[in-house]
């Protein structure tokens, strides 16, 4: 197992990145992020093994913790440094109670454009494209959607909040990690570049002209989905095939999330894409 540092002082320089964490923002700076919580460590462990786009550089545990997720420690080399807190310095580092005992912070370790991540992806894809999410929760949710349906990419464009957000990335239990994304341009250079690698795109509306269930396959699909209150502009929806999701009356559209999941099922179901669908 990676070596185990005991932590005695909350202001021990070894874990400044780590202080403060409810109020601090570390996506803002050098691609640095905090995963919070085991299920998000086993990914950000998975992730490193690849290499290719997020590393681990430290981890902090409660003194407790540290038996039962000894086999993902194990997963990650030596050099990353595991410290270990009881409750109370724990909790005086975090600047609240950290029931859940487990931090790493991690490091994207390169970035890629939506042209070049699209240029990557096999022949039959399905790629989510969002714009204008600004609700943690909602990017969180929108990738663990699209890992549960087995998508291929995310592309976010610059208005997007970051999904490496500490609250986003816990929300997507760690698919953040696990899906390819891009979180860059506007929405005009994503639909360009979707375009150019001749993708079917359906943008999601309550007033689409085909009910979701009626889209017809194609081996590249792209969805997208609009803010959480007005959704995609006019502007985008005039140069769209847009699909809706049927629903009850009474109630104008669904969240941001909610719509993505739904869409991202059924398209998944007409790809082929579930195995016990």
């Not at 992020?33 to 998975?46: D, K, Q, S």
């Not at 291929?152 to 760690?174: E, F, I, T």
């Not at 341009?185 to 001749?198: F, N, P, R, V």
């Not at 006019?234 to 869409?263: E, F, H, W």
Request: aromatic share 6%.
């Amino acid at each position: 197992m990676t070596n185990v540092i005991r932590i005695e002082d909350a202001d021990d320089p070894r874990i400044a990145e780590f202080v403060g964490v409810r109020e601090r923002d570390l996506t803002r700076g050098e691609g640095r992020f905090i995963a919070e919580g085991t299920v998000v460590l086993r990914m950000l462990a998975a992730a490193h093994d690849r290499g290719d786009q997020f590393l681990a550089e430290k981890i902090l545990l409660l003194e407790n913790r540290v038996e039962g997720v000894s086999e993902i420690l194990a997963q990650f080399p030596p050099e990353v440094p595991v410290y270990v807190a009881s409750s109370d310095v724990l909790d005086r580092i975090a600047g609240f109670h950290l029931h859940r005992g487990v931090l790493a912070l991690g490091r994207r370790v390169s970035a890629r454009t939506s042209s070049e991540l699209l240029a990557g992806l096999p022949q039959e894809a399905l790629v989510v494209a969002a714009f204008g999410i600004s609700n943690h929760d909602n990017i969180g949710s929108i990738f663990r959607n699209a890992a549960a349906f087995g998508a291929d990419a995310v592309l976010l464009d610059d208005a997007c909040c970051d999904p490496l957000y500490r609250k986003a990335l816990r929300v997507s239990v760690g698919a953040v990690l696990a899906v390819p994304y891009v979180r860059a341009g506007s929405m005009t250079d994503i639909l360009t570049a979707l375009s150019a690698q001749e993708y079917a795109i359906w943008g999601l509306s309550p007033g689409g002209e085909l009910e979701i269930s009626q889209v017809p396959g194609h081996p590249r699909m792209a969805l997208v989905t609009g803010t959480e209150g007005e959704g995609l502009p006019a502007s985008v929806l005039s140069v769209l095939q847009t699909a809706r999701i049927a629903q009850a009356p009474g109630l104008d559209s669904l969240n941001a999330a909610t719509a993505t999941g739904i869409a991202l099922y059924t398209i998944a179901r007409i790809q082929g894409r579930l195995k016990n669908a």
